[in-house]
Structure formats: structure tokens, C-alpha cells
């Protein structure tokens, strides 16, 4: 079974730059795609990036051309780096994993497995 650990998570200030760290382990297997996910309170979990094996990447408009997503595979590990972050990217960060060749940050749903969460704090 696949397990996914995020990390890399902290408090930092307006325009900061933070990179987040996703450790695959378990069962892993080159047609998985990736993504990741965020949750602020009172909000539901919205995508903010995706990664098809291809290394296609895609990006919601509020985060597009700040963050940006690799991965490792040598080292089974997904990156989210967040440049200029901003106040209201303050949420929990997911890595996701989906069984396929793409994935769509709009679709949590399709998401087969979830780490555990990292928080993200900015401030001004």
C-alpha cells in the first residue's frame, strides 16, 4: 500500500519562499500521478498543483507562476516550492497520489492516497 508523508510545512511572512516535501514509500509504480492540495479553515480542499507522469504540470490561476511542482523519482519524494507566498496561502498542504497517467487538481476525489498534511502559516 502506498503511503505518502508530507513535510517541509512552517510559519513564514508575506512574499516568503517555502518548499514543501512529499516521501513516497510502499508500493509505488511509474503510473502514478501526483498532486497537491490545500485546506484553509472553514474552506473546502481546493488543488493547487498537479504532476501527470509525462511531467506535464498544471496549475490553478492562483498559484500559477508561484508555485511549482517536481518530484524525485530516485528518491520516490514530490516537491510543491511556493515562492511570494501571501496571506491567504496560509492552509494545510496534502501531496496526493492517483493511480493513472493524469491528474487533475480539480478532482480530489479521484485521489487514491493522501498524506497526512503539513500547515503553512503566513504572515504580514
Known amino acids: 500500500q502506498m503511503r505518502l508523508v508530507g513535510s517541509g510545512g512552517g510559519s513564514v511572512q508575506v512574499g516568503d519562499t517555502l518548499e514543501l516535501t512529499c516521501t513516497v514509500s510502499g508500493y509505488t509504480a511509474d503510473n502514478y500521478c501526483m498532486g497537491w492540495f490545500r485546506q484553509a479553515p472553514e474552506k473546502e480542499r481546493e488543488g493547487v498543483a498537479s504532476?501527470?507522469?509525462?511531467?506535464?504540470?498544471t496549475y490553478p490561476d492562483s498559484v500559477s507562476g508561484r508555485f511549482f511542482v517536481t518530484k524525485d523519482s530516485r528518491k520516490h519524494t514530490l516537491y510543491l516550492r511556493m515562492r511570494d507566498l501571501q496571506l491567504e496561502d496560509t492552509a494545510v498542504y496534502y501531496c496526493a497520489a492517483k493511480k493513472g497517467t493524469t491528474c487533475w487538481f480539480t478532482r480530489p476525489y479521484e485521489y487514491t492516497s493522501w498524506g497526512q498534511g503539513t500547515q503553512v502559516t503566513v504572515s504580514s
Open positions: 504532476l501527470d507522469t509525462d511531467g506535464t504540470r
